[in-house]
């Protein structure tokens, strides 16, 4: 099945410590995008990525970090310096052309800080 | 800066009836929007989108609306099942080429049997 696999689907960070997000898609997208969701709010973007070895800040990614090595990969690393980890993390990906903008997502990771 | 909001944070309706989300956009430079549907604990599902040069585009049990004069979207759902029970945002581009969106908050629809 075609689609983007997020993992894993719960995470527990302790406080200092880097966690990493995992984002993976066989759609053969160009683009990704993380986004974070607080409850009771919509999605906010945190860095996206075009293209392969190419990624760009988002709204909000103070705290974060990511890589684009790969075009099916987009790893989000949730350093210690943001101080409010706790959300909901989701990845999205979209092909360039007419239908560049149809952003399709995966099934989330909750983020919890221990 | 400018963003994306809705009108109304909780719709609840009953099951066969017709369901209107409304969603009120400021950018007048946006030129597409998309209707998105997220069950509790998944991400956001596509139901349909619409571009700026249209005002109505129609789905399976969906209808999306577009007044570009006051910057409102709407979306309809025909015949409300209690399936469609989900928070549904409406997101818009802003003309970028990357495709970046800005959601809204967020409508709960609630469909009792």
């Known amino acids: 099945d075609g689609g983007i696999t997020q993992s894993p689907k719960y995470l527990f960070r302790k406080e200092g410590q880097n966690v990493t997000l995992s984002c993976e898609q066989n759609?053969?997208?160009?683009?990704m995008y993380w986004y974070r969701q607080d409850p009771g709010q919509g999605l906010r973007l945190i860095y996206y990525s075009q293209i392969v070895n190419d990624f760009q800040k988002g709204d909000i990614a103070e705290g974060y970090s990511v890589s684009r090595e790969k075009k099916e990969s987009f790893p989000l690393t949730v350093t210690s310096a943001q101080k409010n980890p706790t959300a909901f993390y989701l990845c999205a990906s979209s092909k360039p052309g007419i239908a560049k903008n149809i952003q399709y997502f995966g099934a989330g990771t909750r983020l919890s800080v221990l | 800066g400018e963003s994306v909001g809705l009108h109304l944070p909780t719709l609840s309706v009953q099951e066969g009836d017709n369901s209107i989300i409304n969603c009120a956009y400021s950018n007048s430079a946006s030129d597409y929007f998309i209707w998105y549907k997220q069950e509790s604990g998944k991400g956001p599902q596509f139901i349909i989108d619409?571009?700026?040069?249209?005002d109505k585009r129609q789905g399976q049990r969906v209808t999306v609306l577009l007044n570009k004069t006051v910057k409102h979207l709407s979306l309809q759902i025909a015949a409300t099942q209690p399936g469609d029970s989900a928070v549904y945002f409406c997101?818009?581009?802003?003309?970028?080429?990357?495709?970046?969106?800005?959601f809204g908050q967020g409508t709960i629809l609630t469909v009792h049997p």
């Open positions: 619409i571009r700026s040069n249209m």
């Open positions: 997101a818009e581009n802003n003309g970028t080429s990357y495709g970046k969106l800005t």
């Open positions: 759609l053969n997208h160009d683009a």
